[in-house]
């Protein structure tokens, strides 16, 4: 739902007007500062017992407590421009990803339509008969990849699209799984798909987050790994 827009131009606010006589009062008025310390301090001892009066050490531990205080708030101010300038360096930062390909921890891929939908097949150790599925949203096995023996390591995979008939298929979201023979009994192995950044979001609690093609968002921190295209093949 979008926001409404009232009657006066937009264009109005960026003319100057004079500036008005009488200011809403800021939260820094309220704020006791060093002149005003010392007016209460004068205070104090102007009107302090002369049978009784106040001993240096507690003058002085009136004078470090505000000293620390005044030392905290200044940090504080200080704090909060560095996390700013933080934000804005992180959205520097995280807009050179958009156009990029990212490998994150999901087993489905999106294919456009022309683009391979590439991604990874992670082992602990060596499997024989690796086998690539392709599953359609429907659940069906649309393509099967072999991959042969593959030993430990992270091996890059590339599906073209096509079906078991050969004929592309349509765009959507495709399931990729995979399974081999691991100290000599089949096994489900872990597969990893690469997705298209398309935009990212600063601020908030959650940091960065990257807006992928069609898979949706997803923390920064999640990605294992950034490319600048395809991510190469071992099986198409």
């Given at each position: 739902m979008t926001d409404k827009v009232n009657n006066s131009s937009l264009l109005d606010d960026l003319y100057w007007k004079p500036e008005e006589s009488a200011k809403a009062a800021s939260?820094?008025?309220?704020?006791?500062g060093q002149e005003d310390f010392f007016k209460l301090l004068t205070q104090q001892l102007s009107m302090q017992d002369p049978t009784k009066p106040v001993e240096n050490d507690q003058m002085i531990a009136q004078m470090?407590?505000?000293?620390?205080?005044?030392?905290?708030?200044?940090?504080?101010e200080q704090f909060e421009k560095f996390s700013a300038s933080m934000t804005s360096n992180?959205?520097?930062?995280?807009?050179?990803?958009?156009g990029r390909?990212?490998?994150?921890?999901?087993?489905?891929?999106?294919?456009?339509?022309?683009?391979?939908?590439?991604?990874m097949v992670a082992l602990d150790q060596s499997a024989q008969n690796v086998t690539l599925r392709?599953?359609?949203?429907?659940?069906q096995v649309v393509r099967t990849v072999d991959m042969g023996t593959l030993p430990p390591g992270q091996h890059k995979f590339s599906w073209d699209g096509l079906g078991a008939d050969g004929e592309p298929l349509p765009?959507?979201?495709?399931?990729?799984?995979?399974?081999?023979?691991?100290?000599?009994?089949?096994?489900?192995l872990v597969a990893l798909t690469?997705?298209?950044?398309?935009?990212?979001?600063?601020?908030?609690?959650?940091?960065?987050?990257?807006n992928l093609e069609s898979i949706g968002r997803i923390d920064f921190k999640d990605v294992i790994q950034?490319?600048?295209?395809?991510?190469?093949?071992?099986g198409s």
């Open positions: 939260k820094d008025d309220a704020r006791l470090t407590n505000f000293t620390m205080a005044e030392g905290i708030t200044g940090l504080s992180q959205a520097l930062q995280a807009s050179s990803l958009i390909q990212v490998l994150i921890p999901s087993d489905t891929g999106y294919f456009n339509g022309s683009k391979p939908v590439e991604g392709v599953e359609n949203e429907s659940g765009a959507g979201d495709y399931k990729i799984t995979a399974n081999g023979r691991v100290g000599g009994a089949n096994e489900d690469y997705a298209n950044v398309e935009s990212v979001s600063t601020g908030g609690q959650r940091g960065i987050v990257l950034i490319t600048n295209g395809g991510g190469g093949s071992s």
